[in-house]
């Protein structure tokens, strides 16, 4: 059951439950391309191994979904993963004006590292780390987010260098 949109980036994020679970999960969901499921949802759900208290944990993943959209029908696959009940940092910062104090900010930059840390060891470099992408779990522990641009270890090539503004030096000087 989606029950409404929660974000609206690139792709829309949905709040979805089913009636087997009494718990929601966030759904994301690719339009398809020409040629089949898109680009960006095929390198996302490679990363469905990542298990770390820091990381959005991926629960299922689909394909192919004919979904209506009015009258017409529409081809989408879609990701279901763990739901940050607390949005990202982002609208935290903007929002809430809070002051905050170093021991706030060290708990999160400690959270922050452990996950970078964590992908590192396992060959992932994210490539896109800023405030929307981190969300505040259950707990109001950090979630790390949105792996649709991410780069695995023995990749051919990088096929982003994140968003604009927030690239990696090292990716941005090679250009």
Do not use: W
């Amino acid at each position: 059951i989606i029950h409404k949109r929660i974000a609206k980036a690139k792709f829309s994020i949905y709040l979805a439950s089913t009636p087997s679970f009494s718990e929601y999960f966030a759904m994301k969901v690719f339009p398809y391309s020409k040629d089949g499921p898109s680009l960006f949802y095929m390198n996302e759900i490679r990363f469905a191994f990542l298990k770390h208290p820091n990381i959005i944990n991926q629960i299922y993943a689909e394909p192919l979904r004919q979904a209506h959209l009015g009258t017409q029908k529409i081809k989408t696959s879609y990701i279901l993963s763990e739901y940050a009940p607390y949005g990202d940092f982002f609208n935290l910062l903007k929002n809430h004006h809070i002051l905050f104090e170093e021991k706030f900010i060290r708990t999160y930059f400690c959270q922050l590292v452990s996950a970078v840390e964590y992908l590192h060891s396992n060959g992932v470099a994210h490539l896109d780390l800023k405030l929307e992408n981190l969300l505040l779990g259950f707990d109001y522990q950090l979630k790390v987010t949105d792996f649709d641009l991410s780069y695995l270890e023995g990749d051919q090539s990088i096929n982003s260098e994140g968003s604009e503004l927030y690239g990696a030096p090292e990716l941005i000087s090679r250009c």
